[in-house]
């Protein structure tokens, strides 16, 4: 498979790890479109990959082709490849907030996946949401499949609406969660404990527990009663944080962040 990356960042670097670990396409079969000269050495040393300057020649190189730009350089890169692609190509878009209908217009090209990866997939454990044009044949969402998950799950849908509600969900969620973490180290420091301590603690649990669900497949209301003795002190702790609107303050987040997401796909 020849992969092409237009942006040569930290989410498609970690795609080429990704697709070079598990042998999808040897490091020859690999190009990157990418401005930025330092950035191009990089990643020639560290990955033996070609890169150049031009997006049209990286593109060229690829049956797949990444679009890993910001969302602000993207009318540039847009405007590069308009024209240029062949309708075999596939083109894959990991930037924020840009729907299908805008990548097509802005490429002039129809076979297009959208992803809404988010920032654990830099280290593989990352999970993604993504979806496809009605172009893309069998053989291109394999494709698509198979590049997706090498920053961690998937999870394919038809309705590019749950795009927007993944970016909401688990591409802000990172944030929150460290959110939680630095409450949780800042709450250990008060009490008295060494910061370093507490930092350790805080990352175990949240590691931990999240591990724990995951391998057991309980719920997560479960989980948390079989924590919970009567009279104890996490009933006491969970008494708290219900009286601070610790769940509603968490769904408000998430919705606002929704409706962000909302406005921001919006075109013009």
């Given at each position: 498979?020849r992969?092409?990356?237009?942006?040569?960042?930290?989410?498609?670097?970690?795609?080429i790890?990704?697709?070079?670990?598990?042998?999808?396409?040897?490091?020859?079969?690999?190009?990157?479109g990418?401005?930025?000269?330092?950035?191009r050495?990089?990643?020639?040393?560290?990955?033996?990959?070609?890169?150049?300057?031009?997006?049209?020649?990286?593109?060229?190189?690829?049956?797949?082709?990444?679009?890993?730009?910001?969302?602000?350089?993207?009318?540039?890169?847009?405007?590069?490849?308009?024209?240029?692609?062949?309708?075999?190509?596939?083109?894959?878009s990991?930037?924020?907030?840009?729907?299908?209908?805008?990548?097509?217009?802005?490429?002039?090209?129809?076979t297009?996946?959208?992803?809404?990866?988010?920032?654990?997939?830099?280290?593989?454990?990352?999970?993604?949401?993504?979806?496809?044009?009605?172009?893309?044949?069998?053989?291109?969402?394999?494709?698509?499949?198979?590049?997706?998950?090498?920053l961690?799950?998937?999870?394919?849908v038809?309705?590019?609406?749950?795009?927007?509600?993944?970016?909401?969900?688990?591409?802000?969620?990172?944030?929150?969660?460290?959110?939680?973490i630095?409450?949780?180290?800042?709450?250990?420091?008060?009490?008295?404990?060494?910061?370093e301590?507490?930092?350790?603690?805080?990352?175990?649990?949240?590691?931990?527990?999240?591990?724990l669900?995951?391998?057991?497949?309980?719920?997560?209301?479960?989980l948390?009663e079989?924590?919970?003795?009567?009279?104890?002190?996490?009933?006491?702790?969970?008494?708290?944080?219900?009286?601070?609107?610790?769940?509603?303050?968490?769904?408000?987040?998430?919705?606002?962040?929704?409706?962000?997401a909302?406005?921001?796909?919006?075109?013009?």
């Amino acid at each position: 498979m020849r992969i092409a990356f237009v942006g040569g960042g930290t989410m498609a670097e970690a795609m080429i790890r990704g697709i070079l670990a598990r042998k999808l396409a040897s490091p020859s079969q690999v190009a990157v479109g990418e401005p930025v000269a330092e950035r191009r050495r990089t990643l020639e040393r560290k990955y033996q990959v070609f890169t150049t300057a031009q997006n049209q020649e990286a593109a060229g190189r690829g049956d797949a082709v990444v679009l890993a730009v910001k969302p602000q350089n993207l009318p540039e890169a847009l405007a590069s490849l308009k024209g240029a692609l062949k309708p075999e190509q596939t083109v894959l878009s990991i930037v924020a907030g840009v729907r299908l209908a805008t990548l097509i217009e802005g490429l002039g090209h129809k076979t297009v996946v959208r992803v809404m990866p988010n920032t654990p997939g830099q280290i593989g454990e990352g999970v993604s949401v993504w979806t496809a044009s009605a172009e893309v044949g069998q053989q291109g969402l394999e494709m698509a499949r198979s590049i997706v998950e090498t920053l961690g799950e998937q999870v394919y849908v038809e309705d590019e609406e749950y795009l927007e509600m993944a970016t909401a969900l688990s591409a802000s969620g990172p944030a929150y969660v460290f959110v939680f973490i630095e409450a949780l180290i800042e709450a250990g420091v008060y009490l008295g404990m060494p910061r370093e301590m507490a930092h350790t603690l805080a990352l175990r649990t949240v590691l931990g527990s999240a591990m724990l669900m995951k391998e057991t497949g309980e719920s997560p209301g479960r989980l948390r009663e079989m924590v919970s003795s009567p009279g104890g002190t996490t009933v006491e702790a969970l008494l708290a944080l219900e009286d601070a609107g610790f769940r509603s303050a968490v769904i408000n987040a998430v919705a606002a962040a929704y409706e962000k997401a909302l406005e921001l796909g919006e075109p013009g």
